[in-house]
């Protein structure tokens, strides 16, 4: 964990200005009082009268604290290219799990084994104040109720199962990188579109997480795709970030 840490701040440190400048620092309150921080990239214009797709980007168990910042040390860049800026203009949520939390779950499972993984637990207290969050963007005018992705790396790709397999009639699209799921919950996920990535050298999260959930989308009658990459371990988010049509997929989707 302390290797992890180290290697999130020297990133952190590399991390260009114009992230930690483009996307601005935000504070949630629920109106049960529980606090979660986030960050908010809007569209460069927002015209009047046009709505926009939003994306919430779940980070990875490394990125987890209370800075603010941590999460956006992977995937951040891929929002700011200019080119993305300008053929894809969209609200990115980017919210910050506290440490010590986990995103889907209320402390990190013992297995990461699909089989193994919870099948019927209760909203973890996290994924309740970040849908109390999200609600309050999906209540704005500027925001294309029928363009919401969610994209997530390791725990975040948990956590992406988890968000779409309880709130389906959100979503129109998923992006879940390096995650896992017990797969007999993704019925309920079938009219989510899907796209799973994930290494087959994978020695964090076993690649069967993304295999089964594969084909239990596809029994399930979703439109799925699933991309494995050769030879690649557990950060699978960097290859899959520079899919040439990973921004083109996703923006195409509509619920």
Known sequence: ????????????ALLPLSAQDAYQKEAFISSRGDT????????ETVKAGEKY???????????????????????????????????YPAFVLAPQCPEGGYWAYTERPESFVPAEMPLDKPISPVFRTLKDLLDTYLAMPQVDKDRIYIIGLSMGGMGTYDMVVRFPEVFAAAIPICGTVNSARLKAARD????????????????????AAYKALKAAGAEVEYIEFPGCGHGSWNPAFNEPDFMSWLFSQKK
């Open 53 to 87: 797709p939003l994306v919430l980007f779940l980070h990875g168990a490394g990125e987890r604290g209370n800075d603010n910042e941590r999460q956006l040390v992977h995937g951040a860049q891929m929002w700011l290219n200019p080119v993305n800026r300008e053929k």
């Open 36 to 43: 979660l921080l986030y960050r908010l990239l809007r569209p």
């Open 192 to 211: 989510v579109k899907f796209r799973i990535f994930h290494g087959d050298a994978d020695d964090v999260v076993p690649t069967e997480g993304s295999r």
């Open 1 to 12: 964990m302390k290797r992890i840490f180290s290697v999130v701040c020297l990133l952190l």
